[in-house]
């Protein structure tokens, strides 16, 4: 896969495709678009290629457990992924999307 990676979040939905990253242990940069419903931008992983239905939110590297919030409010905005437990993920968002939004992630150079 190459990279920009581009991810779509279908109207009414409040997660988006899923995606592979070829280098997890990279960081990433995240492109969010304005959003329809004000929002925090969490990012889910999954053990498992293909598995949607066991993610589990990137919690924050401090210790704490809370869930890593790469933007909140309505954006557009960007945010650092600064590495990934598994290639495989998504996005959610806390509240549903009116209407179709794209995300992009970059590598970190």
């Known amino acids: 896969m190459s990279y920009p990676i581009h991810l779509t979040v279908a ?3 409040a997660v988006s495709g899923a995606f592979t990253l070829p280098f997890p242990q990279q960081a990433h940069h995240v492109e969010v678009p304005s959003l329809s419903a ?3 931008v969490r990012v889910q992983f999954t053990p ?3 598995d949607v239905t066991t993610m589990w939110d990137l919690q924050t590297y401090d210790g ?3 869930p890593f919030v790469g933007l909140s ?5 960007r ?3 600064p590495m990934a437990p598994t290639p495989w ?3 959610s968002f806390t509240g549903s999307q ?3 939004r794209s995300l992009a992630i970059w590598p970190v150079k």
């Not at 409010?73 to 905005?77: D, I, R, V």
């Open 11 to 13: 109207s009414g939905q």
């Open 38 to 40: 004000v929002a925090d």
């Open 48 to 50: 498992t290629s293909g």
């Open 64 to 66: 704490v457990g809370l």
């Open 73 to 77: 409010g309505a954006g557009p905005g």
């Open 79 to 81: 945010f650092i992924l």
């Open 89 to 91: 993920g998504r996005f």
């Open 98 to 100: 009116s209407d179709i």
